[in-house]
């Protein structure tokens, strides 16, 4: 148990240092997209898709790598590739410059989140795997709010390079936690277990909903950042990095105080229920975005904030509607990641069932960000919101359709 609790530790330290990098980026993406000035929406939408591209090219060959081979040496490969990735950032002095550093570090995102992940799987047991990955969610996402307030006073006082520096410096020590006391994994499976995970009746039920709310999430949660700090001339409310860095904070805050309970919960209740809940909540938040100042206005909100400064009376409904965002999906994901893991333990494949989910995601999160910059240079930012929220809530009903087609409808609570 002891030796089990120091390589959880590890871990969750590997989450925290790779989710602090991610979301630095996220926080300063408005920032790049007005120093860099891309002309064109597709060229926009290449500045999230970069990464994701580069993440769906490297999923099966470091998830059947994962599985084959000794984990730990795949994670330890993907922390150095994160920070030859970060330690590259300051060097971009152009918008094809910076989709080619984000294709890097979505290789090394992908190496990171998938293999942790899959050990934190493999260590628990069923009846503590949600809640297991719940803790390491959490690390994630207080790595979220630490480098969302830091990155961007670090920027606005420093610049780039600093900002990179320090993401290098959390890197460091969570390469050394791995190889000291994340033991070797001596599971190895042979052929191509993506055949039969890709195939698996309850992942493709899964699938039937993954696969719509990845255009969801993608969409919402990275342009609520954009509408926070993206110029008024382009439908943004034209905030500053720190107040974009407080409305960010709030989905991650409330993810982070949420998943290790709602993960012991789908451990003892069931999982399906979870993540039908949260994905219907997560659609109707993200309908009610664009309404942001207009709500500010009817309740008659400040429009000027101690140390944020002159805002608008739209600000703290946006922080209110991002941090509902971040509880809806605090009871999908665990649950959502705790299914996977199930039916990849056991010898079946735990990294190549990760990598399924992570495939499954993929399509949506290329085309939507493309999809999005789309729409947020022609018919308005607020269809971002509209195409998102309606793609979720078309996820749970059709999840909630195949479940109940497949299985019975007693399945939702039975899962």
């Not at 591209?53 to 330890?76: E, F, H, M």
């Not at 055949?195 to 255009?215: G, P």
């Amino acid at each position: 148990m002891q030796e089990n609790r120091a390589q959880f530790y590890a871990l969750y330290l590997t989450r925290f240092a790779s989710g602090f990098g991610f979301i630095t980026l996220a926080a300063l993406l408005p920032t790049y997209l007005n120093v860099l000035d891309p002309q064109s929406g597709i060229v926009v939408g290449l500045f999230v898709s970069g990464l994701t591209a580069a993440q769906s090219v490297a999923v099966i060959p470091l998830a059947w790598s994962g599985d084959r081979y000794d984990k730990r040496t795949v994670l330890l490969f993907s922390l150095v590739v994160s920070i030859v990735a970060y330690a590259g950032f300051p060097l971009v002095e152009s918008s094809w410059g910076f989709i080619a550093a984000r294709a890097l570090q979505g290789v090394a995102i992908t190496g990171t989140g998938l293999i942790t992940l899959a050990l934190v799987g493999e260590l628990s047991t069923a009846d503590t795997r949600a809640n297991h990955i719940g803790k390491a969610n959490a690390a994630r996402f207080a790595a979220s709010i630490l480098g969302t307030i830091s990155a961007t006073a670090l920027y606005e006082r420093y610049g780039f390079d600093v900002v990179f520096g320090v993401i290098v410096a959390l890197l460091i020590p969570a390469l050394l936690g791995v190889l000291l006391f994340v033991e070797r994994d001596d599971t190895r499976i042979e052929g191509f277990p993506f055949a039969d995970m890709a195939l698996n009746r309850k992942l493709l039920t899964l699938t039937s909903f993954r696969a719509q709310y990845a255009v969801a999430v993608t969409m919402v949660r990275t342009w609520i950042v954009v509408y926070a700090g993206v110029e008024a001339a382009k439908g943004g409310l034209a905030y500053a990095p720190i107040a974009v860095g407080v409305v960010l904070i709030a989905e991650k805050f409330t993810n982070m105080l949420c998943q290790p309970f709602t993960g012991r919960l789908s451990d003892d209740y069931g999982r399906a229920l979870f993540v039908f809940v949260g994905g219907g909540i997560y659609g109707l938040v993200a309908l009610v975005v664009p309404s942001a100042p207009v709500i500010g206005q009817a309740l008659s909100l400040p429009a000027a904030f101690p140390v944020l400064g002159a805002l608008s009376p739209a600000f703290l409904p946006l922080v209110g509607l991002n941090a509902l965002l971040g509880v809806a999906d605090s009871f999908r994901e665990p649950a959502s990641m705790a299914l996977f893991a199930d039916e990849g333990i056991d010898g079946a494949g735990v990294a190549s069932s990760f990598g399924v989910r992570e495939l499954v995601w993929r399509p949506g999160s290329i085309l939507a960000p493309i999809l999005a910059g789309v729409l947020m240079t022609g018919p308005g930012i607020q269809w971002v919101f509209y195409v998102g929220g309606i793609a979720s809530i078309s996820g749970v009903l059709t999840f909630f359709g195949v479940l109940s087609y497949s299985y019975g409808s007693e399945a939702l609570t039975e899962w």
